[in-house]
């Protein structure tokens, strides 16, 4: 799988298809769009393995001299779609993301390797080792620097595609910000960038909303604030209490997360600025 950006241009589609045509490349799946606002063009392009004379390594060597001649610079991957994606997740005390996540890989609907679970309590340890995965429990009552670095630890061990931080309830530092950038994976419980913060459902419910929402993005040292990946909403009303809302919410998140992770290990996000364009 090919993903690629680049100043926009003509020719860019026939430089990478003829490349892959030379190569005996199987192109199985692509998709294109171009920015106008920053005149950016975005491609993801799925070619069959069994087509290619040589290995993912020899088809990236190949391909950086295409990206160099087209401008993309580091803005381009080639990756294995036939490697097992490995995920870890962080959570606290609510579970509802965790059940959900942990279902959808036991039924085999998300085909992804979750290698660890560690959660800042230890609520979620039973549920979690019931489907034969590994819980770990950091503290963050005392030092929440000491506390960070053993979750850091635990969780570069497994060199993961996605770090999920589901319900996490923890502003992660700077450093693992950048250290894990595009691939830390937050989803906040409002349809951002409304309700900010702590306890945005009692915000919306005071300022009486008719929609709640959950927003899934990737992590930065911005508060809330990196490139989103997927967003979705529910109706409420005004016989809903703060309750009925939340309940609401969750099933939403829920659903927000799964999808944007999925899109995430499946190559299909590609970054650009604090923006992203799905493909």
Not at 69 to 98: F, M, N, P, Y
Not at 146 to 163: G, I, N, S, T
Not at 200 to 209: C, D, E, K
Request: charged fraction near 25%; charge should be negative.
């Amino acid at each position: 799988m090919i993903t690629f950006g680049c100043p926009d241009r003509t020719g860019i589609v026939a430089r990478i298809s003829s490349f892959l045509a030379e190569v005996g490349g199987w192109i199985v799946e692509a998709a294109y769009h171009t920015d106008p606002d920053t005149n950016w063009f975005f491609t993801r392009q799925v070619v069959r393995a069994d087509s290619l004379p040589f290995d993912v390594e020899e088809l990236r060597a190949r391909f950086a001299g295409v990206a160099r001649s087209l401008g993309a610079e580091s803005d381009w991957r080639v990756d294995d779609t036939g490697e097992r994606r490995r995920i870890v997740v962080l959570v606290s005390k609510e579970g509802h993301c965790l059940y959900d996540l942990l279902g959808r890989v036991a039924s085999g609907e998300l085909d992804v390797d979750v290698r660890a679970v560690i959660g800042n309590h230890d609520v979620l340890a039973d549920i979690t080792r019931a489907h034969g995965i590994p819980f770990h429990h950091v503290s963050f009552t005392e030092d929440k620097a000491a506390a960070f670095a053993e979750v850091a630890k635990l969780v570069d061990e497994h060199d993961p595609h996605a770090v999920v931080l589901a319900r996490f309830m923890q502003i992660l530092p700077p450093e693992l910000c950048e250290a894990w950038a595009g691939r830390a994976i937050n989803i906040h419980h409002s349809f951002l960038p409304s309700f900010i913060g702590a306890r945005p459902y009692h915000q919306a419910y005071q300022r009486g909303v008719k929609l709640v929402g959950a927003t899934c993005h990737y992590v930065t040292a911005d508060l809330d604030a990196g490139p989103i990946i997927e967003q979705d909403v529910i109706r409420v009303d005004h016989g809903d209490s703060v309750a009925d809302m939340v309940r609401k919410g969750r099933d939403i998140e829920k659903v927000t997360l799964a999808r944007g992770l999925r899109w995430h290990l499946e190559g299909r996000v590609l970054v650009h600025g604090n923006r992203t364009v799905v493909l």
